[in-house]
């Protein structure tokens, strides 16, 4: 087992003046599972095809433990990648695709089939060592991928996108193998996916990436309860947060018709940038449907209070549904999404009145993007 660190590693491709990755400085800890996620082009598998050696790195360093890998060949990594695609061998049987790195190695056959057959005993493979993978499904694929980067007992497992050839439900029975299994062998394990509930389930720590910079790096929960700027806001969490933009007014900022409080010290964070306005991020389930009495400090008697959310679509879910609305924000509409109880949805073109539920307000710079709250 061993650490993995990213120090300052850098990537340009040739014919680009941008970095592919800038600068990427990550610690991934001894047996820690580490998801780097993003929006496609965000440089996630250039990562981890440069702690590979499949992409060179023209800046910085790499290290696996207490070795410099930046400029070895992959072979001399002590690393396993399990693909997107399987790359499996169609004319051997599951053993042989499973051993076949062993077997190049010098491994005599007897110890190649005691490791294979434990493999397949972890991953409940034993009744298909003998087939061909055309004879699999592809979650069984899958999972002799896996079964031939576990044989050869590596430092760190990569893994490129996975799970995205298989079907919703297969996926997500497969991650919670993948996951639990990591979690029996403790070993390194570096996974790029661009769904972001795959990250948030699986891994220890996400490190979020755009445009090759690196954006947060933190546990799930942290990321969701704490993101670092409206990127992380935006992209980590489904539905996504709700983020709007909002006049700063005495106490707060003026949320249709009610003030939300806001810390003085984000507001004075604000004024410091010369920010007019800020822009507030909500979760679905963090919006308080108000009483059309005025409650929830509302500006006016009439008025009710929070902000008037028109009903677009309801999907029901059981327990809870989400509202996907409308809202008038001055001269311009912004879509909100909004959980309500499953057992009470409103019907589509009925009129909500919403308001962000005390302390669960996240508060950003409307210039620079990134969290003024605490």
Do not use: W
């Not at 930046?70 to 002590?78: F, G, M, Q, S, V």
């Not at 394990?189 to 972001?196: G, M, P, W």
């Amino acid at each position: 087992m061993a650490t993995v660190s990213f120090d300052k590693a850098t990537r340009v491709y040739p014919g680009s003046t941008k970095p592919a990755v800038d600068q990427l400085e990550i610690e991934i800890e001894d047996g820690e599972f580490l998801v780097l996620v993003g929006p496609s082009g965000c440089g996630k598998s250039t990562s981890l095809r440069m702690l590979a050696g499949l992409e060179d790195v023209n800046g910085g360093a790499i290290r696996i433990g207490d070795r410099d890998v930046t400029h070895l060949p992959p072979k001399d990594r002590d690393i396993a990648m399990v693909f997107q695609n399987y790359a499996l061998y169609p004319h051997m049987s599951v053993a042989d695709n499973m051993g076949f790195a062993l077997k190049i190695a010098g491994v005599n056959k007897a110890e190649i089939r005691k490791k294979v057959e434990e493999a397949a005993k972890i991953l409940d493979l034993t009744e298909y060592l003998d087939r061909k993978p055309k004879a699999l499904s592809g979650g069984q694929r899958q999972r002799v991928a896996m079964g031939r980067a576990i044989v050869r007992e590596p430092q760190v497992f990569l893994m490129d996108e996975p799970l995205s050839n298989l079907d919703a439900k297969l996926r997500v029975s497969t991650r919670t193998q993948i996951a639990s299994l990591q979690r029996r062998l403790g070993i390194t394990t570096v996974y790029v996916t661009h769904d972001q509930v795959e990250a948030m389930t699986m891994g220890d720590r996400v490190a979020v990436l755009k445009d090759g910079l690196l954006q947060q790096v933190d546990s799930p929960r942290n990321m969701y309860d704490r993101p670092n700027n409206l990127f992380v806001a935006g992209f980590i969490g489904s539905p996504a947060m709700n983020l709007v933009e909002v006049p700063i007014t005495d106490g707060g900022v003026k949320f249709g018709n009610s003030v939300v409080p806001v810390s003085r010290d984000a507001l004075a964070a604000a004024a410091d940038k010369g920010d007019k306005t800020v822009t507030v991020g909500v979760r679905p389930e963090h919006f308080d449907l108000a009483e059309e009495s005025g409650a929830g400090g509302a500006l006016s008697k009439d008025a009710p209070a929070g902000l008037a959310v028109t009903v677009n679509v309801v999907e029901e879910l059981g327990a809870d549904g989400y509202v996907y609305g409308t809202a008038d924000l001055g001269s311009e509409k912004k879509d909100l999404v909004v959980r309500v109880n499953g057992r009470a949805v409103p019907e589509k073109g009925a009129k909500l009145h919403v308001v962000p539920r005390a302390g669960e307000t996240h508060v950003f710079s409307t210039s620079t993007g990134e969290r003024l709250t605490d």
